[in-house]
């Protein structure tokens, strides 16, 4: 018996004033006789269904023991649609196109349309425009283990590429900053640690399944340790790379510098990742001070061009 048949029979019940059991069965796809033993099911779980005989008969539940279809408001409902789309984008799978349409069953249908046009004012789409092909499939894995608490195995590449593998009981997925993640207790490292999905390759569920243990929550907020890291630097940018320093700063940051060019006060943390964020904007992007920040610009542009050897 399957519990999601369950639910959806009662939503359904909640729907229409009554439905005969060949409909369901044709609607679910099984026997008359499995709709007859799911109707008990749902009257032993303390919702009273009644059977009507006869022409135009069928299933109803008992006036008076209907549930509160107004338990949620239009605004809620919408932030409920709103959400849930934006997620079956990414994590594809049957409980959640379930669960869509079990909410749209709570929508009244005086206030259906309104509600859909809410609905559909903000879109969430945490697909990738292009990257690692693997994040999907990994998702929908990463999900049936923490449903099933199954072990999982995947080879990690760490911050100097170097791959090891691992044997990982999974606990939470989180998404940061659209980059998804996993939070699970490593058997290797005996604690628990964040592994983002992109440096996972070989990713495989195990037969062998885990007692959960007590729970660590991952350390997601590091704004203020980035603040006393951070200090700010003065660039002279083109305007064709605006859009992407603006992924970095507001616009009130900004100040034209003739027709071209434009002065921003950046922020910046003394590492790889944000020097080569520079760097990768090119002769578009200069660095005017502070004075010690312009000069690793410049070896590591030295560098770089050491590499091409004799370019004349």
């Given at each position: ?106 929508i009244p249908k005086d206030s259906a349309k309104d509600i859909e046009l809410k609905a559909n004012q903000i879109r969430i ?7 690692n092909r693997n994040i999907q499939p990994y998702l929908q894995m990463i999900k049936a283990a923490l449903q099933e608490s ?46 983002k999905l992109s440096r996972m390759s070989n990713l495989a569920m195990q037969d062998e399944t885990f007692a959960p243990r ?99």
């Amino acid at each position: 018996m399957k519990v999601d048949r369950l639910v959806s029979i009662i939503m359904i019940l909640l729907e229409k004033e009554r439905i005969g059991a060949q409909e369901l069965a044709e609607l679910f796809e099984v026997s008359p006789r499995t709709i007859y033993r799911d109707i008990d099911a749902i009257n032993m779980a303390g919702i009273p269904v009644r059977s009507t005989p006869g022409v135009g008969g069928g299933f109803e539940i008992m006036p008076g023991c209907k549930l509160d279809r107004t338990v949620f408001s239009s605004a809620e409902l919408s932030t409920l649609l709103t959400g849930l789309s934006g997620l079956s984008g990414m994590m594809r799978g049957e409980e959640l196109v379930n669960t869509l349409a079990k909410v749209r069953r709570f929508i009244p249908k005086d206030s259906a349309k309104d509600i859909e046009l809410k609905a559909n004012q903000i879109r969430i789409d945490l697909s990738p425009w292009m990257g690692n092909r693997n994040i999907q499939p990994y998702l929908q894995m990463i999900k049936a283990a923490l449903q099933e608490s199954r072990l999982l195995t995947f080879a990690y590449a760490g911050h100097h590429g170097n791959q090891t593998v691992r044997t990982v009981e999974p606990y939470q997925l989180v998404l940061k900053s659209s980059h998804w993640y996993l939070q699970g207790y490593c058997h290797i490292r005996n604690d628990y640690r964040l592994f983002k999905l992109s440096r996972m390759s070989n990713l495989a569920m195990q037969d062998e399944t885990f007692a959960p243990r007590a729970y660590q929550e991952p350390t997601l907020d590091f704004g203020d340790a980035l603040d006393a890291m951070q200090t700010t630097v003065k660039l002279r940018i083109h305007r064709s790379v605006m859009d992407q320093v603006l992924d970095f700063c507001p616009y009130e940051d900004f100040s034209a510098d003739g027709d071209e060019f434009y002065l921003v006060n950046f922020p910046f943390i003394e590492n790889d990742y944000n020097y080569n964020l520079l760097l990768g904007l090119g002769d578009r992007c200069e660095c005017l001070e502070p004075e010690h920040i312009r000069e690793e610009m410049k070896r590591r542009i030295k560098k770089i061009a050491a590499l091409y050897g004799d370019l004349h």
